[in-house]
């Protein structure tokens, strides 16, 4: 990968950093890298080496590149930083392989940060509004760590949405964004990307990249800002792979632009409550991730109940203009668990978190639905199931299972050792890639859940890369094949 002409410009009010992002080993088109903010934030804006590298490294190693080339110069505390972050992913996903080395065409060099003023990644989520709450209630605004702006990234097609379904979320976060900046005499920066045009992997972007791709944007304003905070969404951090990880996300930085994962002390339940404390946040809460046309949440996805549940368990629901409903019935709880809402033990423990203030205000009703929730997770638990664990006896040692099950990839599968989640890849190139950097890293048998047969029409190639291996005799409820029969690939 070569990343070159590194430019600056103002244009029809908007300054754009831009540069040529060029593909050596992978097929694949130049790509035009630009961050976009208003001409009224142009100050401390330029088209930084180092941020343009913390964006591209990944998708670079992603798709196999061996170099990536960085015009001008970096600073060497990055690419010290950058080889944790490789020794991190490489512990996680050893299908990686090697990753790229780094070369600047003007070598390494050192800056000094700006005045330093800090900035914070802003969703309107609950994770960065208690970031940025906790920030103000601890330390005074003079304080140099004290967050002076926020900045709302506009991914331009966000992982599964169109250009206009991202673009409405986009107005929508910027408009209660803007509330809270006034009020909190802060400057609300809207940044325009088209980041996302190296890797189209929405798996990748998810538990790989998107850390790195958030943390890349401070860098274009560290004329201005010399520290940004990134929300944690966990309490206790996966101890396996997600893309935004205090693993990960510290290792970003350099010296002229620290980067801080923030958030971890926190529970998912005490975030509410300290933004619930917030009038102005509270009225301007954004949660739901997907396409609907409304002004605020749909109140109808597991986001939407989960933080309406929380808030009524605070007492605070009736007070935010943010969701339509004032208060939540059991039956609407309820779809949660009907609807398989919550697939995973971490999620279904923000819910358990919730019952003790729930019973103290009188909804035991809530309270019930919740331990029934948590029930139903511990009774659906992936490893339970017959035919995986038939499967997974088949297993010799030290080789691994990859299930393939609806998109999703949830770590290790219960009580089946050596055995991950494989989400979809973004094509057919893609996944036989991947599939055969996860086969030479150890990975026997490849099953697909029913959920997931679609894979097998939906990827072509894939499907016609599968019939050199051996397919397992199946009763419909998987379908498996032996990655290493006799048949295979060499």
Not at 58 to 72: F, K, M, S
Not at 316 to 328: I, T
Not at 384 to 401: N, V
Request: charged share 20%; aromatic share 8%.
């Amino acid at each position: 990968m070569q990343i070159t002409e590194l430019t600056a410009s103002i244009v029809a009010g908007v300054a754009r950093a831009q540069a040529l992002v060029s593909w050596d080993d992978a097929d694949r088109p130049p790509v035009r890298l630009f961050v976009e903010v208003g001409a009224g934030f142009r100050e401390g804006f330029a088209p930084d080496p180092n941020g343009f590298l913390v964006a591209a490294f990944l998708p670079a190693w992603h798709a196999g590149e061996r170099r990536v080339t960085v015009e001008g110069s970096l600073c060497p505390v990055l690419r010290d930083n950058l080889g944790a972050v490789t020794a991190t992913l490489q512990a996680w996903y050893p299908e990686l392989g090697p990753p790229p080395t780094v070369s600047p065409t003007h070598g390494y060099e050192v800056r000094r940060p700006a005045r330093g003023q800090a900035v914070s990644l802003l969703s309107m989520g609950i994770d960065s509004l208690a970031t940025l709450r906790a920030n103000q209630l601890n330390l005074p605004a003079a304080h140099p760590a004290s967050i002076r702006a926020v900045l709302l990234v506009d991914l331009i097609r966000g992982p599964g949405l169109s250009q206009d379904e991202t673009a409405h979320q986009h107005r929508k976060r910027l408009a209660g964004a803007a509330e809270i900046a006034a009020e909190s005499g802060l400057d609300a920066i809207s940044v325009r990307t088209n980041v996302l045009d190296l890797d189209g992997d929405g798996w990748f972007f998810t538990y790989k990249w998107h850390g790195a791709a958030f943390a890349s944007m401070p860098y274009f304003l560290s004329g201005r800002f010399s520290r940004a905070y990134l929300a944690a969404s966990d309490h206790a951090p996966p101890a396996s792979g997600w893309g935004s990880h205090p693993l990960l996300d510290t290792h970003y930085s350099c010296a002229h632009m620290q980067i801080e994962h923030h958030g971890t002390h926190m529970r998912r339940f005490e975030k509410v409550a300290l933004v619930a404390e917030w009038p102005v946040a509270l009225r301007n809460i954004l949660v739901c991730q997907g396409n609907d046309s409304g002004s605020a949440n749909c109140g109808a996805c597991e986001k939407c109940i989960r933080t309406m549940t929380a808030l009524a368990a605070l007492g605070k629901l009736g007070q935010s203009r943010s969701f339509a409903r004032s208060d939540v019935t059991p039956e609407l709880l309820s779809t949660v668990i009907e609807y398989g809402m919550v697939r995973s033990h971490d999620v279904a423990e923000y819910y358990v978190e919730m019952v003790e203030a729930l019973a103290e205000r009188g909804r035991t009703d809530l309270a019930t639905v919740i331990r029934r929730l948590a029930d139903s997770i511990d009774d659906s638990t992936p490893g339970a199931d017959g035919a995986l664990t038939e499967l997974a006896a088949m297993l010799p040692k030290g080789a691994s299972l990859i299930l393939v099950e609806d998109g999703r990839f949830h770590g290790p599968v219960d009580g089946v050792p050596k055995a991950r989640y494989w989400g979809p890849p973004s094509d057919d190139a893609t996944a036989i890639r991947e599939l055969e950097s996860l086969r030479a890293c150890g990975a026997r048998l490849l099953a697909f859940r029913p959920s997931s047969f679609w894979w097998l029409e939906h990827y072509p190639r894939l499907a016609e890369h599968l019939v050199a291996y051996e397919r397992l005799p199946d009763d419909g409820r998987l379908i498996a094949f032996d990655l290493q029969s006799a048949g295979g690939r060499p």
